[in-house]
């Protein structure tokens, strides 16, 4: 009888002990748009249904609605009193001339991811889109891609890299192979030290467990983020099923102070 007084009171602690690590976890998604059939209603219900908190982000950058500081100054203006956190979402390259420091600084949080760039001919090349893609050689296109992602981490003001280790469809059947475990590190450690946070993309399913348990190994943070194109959220399980599986916990995760707006 006290052996199962014993394993009961165990049980209970252990439960307990459990709900408080479940509790302290940060259940976010930092990348939510506002698009396709998601409206503000229904991601405010969304939100309150999956207790997930949201991050609304905004495309900013050259080619997309929000080019300008005034119109980035009117949609936050238009989120006043929201329940989310405002993100900029740092298209292309150019972005950090397009807007001043001063209205950069009244988002919650900027990201950016290494999907959109000028290659060496000049030409703009967006990585999803598959006829602006070449990859004559996939060893360099590698090499030139990390080479592209550490620039970026190390010289454009964000906090997470998103949609990352991102491989355009011609090449993405070998992703484990190309992404070798040093050009793994050189992406983690330029996330590290210039204190960006890795998104773990919900849409595209990256990165890999192999490239998430490496960053964990060296210190990075992460961000959970869907990337999504409609009300179709799918409620963040390949990030849950990553936070199980390289057991990640609170202190793994992106810490922001957000704004007073
Ligand atoms: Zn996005």
Redesign the pocket.
């Known amino acids: 009888m006290k052996k199962i007084q014993a394993i009961l009171v165990l049980v209970f602690l252990c439960t307990g002990i459990m709900a408080q690590v479940k509790s302290d976890f940060p259940l976010i998604d930092y990348?939510v748009?506002l698009k396709g059939d998601l409206t503000y209603e229904k991601a405010v219900e969304h939100s309150r249904q999956t207790g997930i908190k949201y991050g609304i982000?905004l495309?900013c950058g050259m080619g997309f609605p929000t080019q300008t500081d005034s119109a980035a100054l009117a949609w936050l203006g238009s989120m006043k009193g929201s329940p989310f956190m405002l993100a900029m979402?740092a298209e292309g390259r150019e972005w950090v001339k397009l807007f001043s420091p001063a209205v950069i600084a009244k988002f919650d949080y900027v990201?950016t991811?290494a999907m959109t760039y000028t290659d060496a001919s000049g030409k703009r090349v967006r990585l999803w889109i598959k006829e602006e893609v070449t990859v004559p050689d996939k060893q360099k296109f590698m090499d030139d891609l990390v080479g592209r992602i550490g620039k970026i981490l190390s010289t454009e003001p964000v906090n997470i890299y998103?949609?990352p280790t991102f491989l355009p469809e011609c090449i993405a059947g070998e992703y484990d192979k190309l992404w070798t475990r040093e050009r793994m590190l050189k992406v983690i450690e330029f996330a590290v030290k210039n204190h960006v946070a890795i998104e773990i993309n919900n849409r595209y399913r990256i990165p890999s467990e192999r490239f998430i348990v490496l960053a964990k190994k060296h210190g990075a943070k992460f961000a959970f983020?869907t990337?999504?194109t409609d009300s179709n959220m799918g409620d963040l399980d390949y990030c849950l099923l990553m936070k199980k599986r390289v057991g990640l916990t609170a202190k793994d995760m992106l810490v922001l102070k957000i704004k007073q707006k």
Do not use: E
Request: glycine letters at 8%.
């Open positions: 990348h748009h982000a495309n979402q990201f991811d998103v949609n983020g990337n999504n």
